[in-house]
């Protein structure tokens, strides 16, 4: 599987950027508590970025700006038509460095008044954001393939996740919109105590539209 990842054009880009993102780091050096506040802040946030963007951007109507102006959506409706199509079913390789360097710009922004609130060094702690950003994005990628093949997950922790999304795409697409993390369906309601209190929709192959 592993080979299988680094073929596709978002491991292609994702592994080196993440990879010089580490080495980075570890030169810069000058570990602190703000490093770990930031750690805190990520997984916390991984759930909720996660939730966010799934329902709100990729679940877009076609109409939407974000579809219409930026041309987000159409690949994911796509792939919850044919879930196992690989051609869908992960960023491109420009698409993962656009998608990082937006997120990248995102973690800048709370990383900073973060670092002021509870000391620390500004410019290390950042560069801790910016690699903790992009190994949660190389495992979104990651995860999402393991998903989506034949490959049956070893831990409870992917196999949970996995569990979960295939219920997104089958059961109903409105739940489980976690692929990483669950933290946001657990607080804003989108994680069902079992598979049946979800009902069975209709729409979760085409998101309520056609392809395009």
Known sequence: MARRFVRTGSGQALIPAVAALVVVRLLAGEW????????????????????VLHLYVLHASPDAWTATRLGLGSGHRRHHLDPPDLQWLLLRGPEALVFLAVLVVFSTLWTTPLVLLVGGEWWPSVLTAWTLTAAGVLH??????????????????????????????????????GVTSNLGDRVLGTLPRATAD???????RTLGADAD
């Open 32 to 51: 602190g508590r703000g490093d770990l506040v930031v750690l805190g802040v990520v997984v916390v946030l991984t759930g909720f970025v996660e939730w």
């Open 198 to 204: 979800a009902p069975l929709s209709g729409t979760a």
């Open 140 to 177: 979104y990628e990651w995860a999402h393939l393991l998903v989506h093949t034949a490959h049956r997950p070893r831990t409870r922790f992917y196999a949970r996740l996995a569990r979960n999304h295939r219920r997104h795409h089958f059961r109903n697409e409105r739940y489980w919109l």
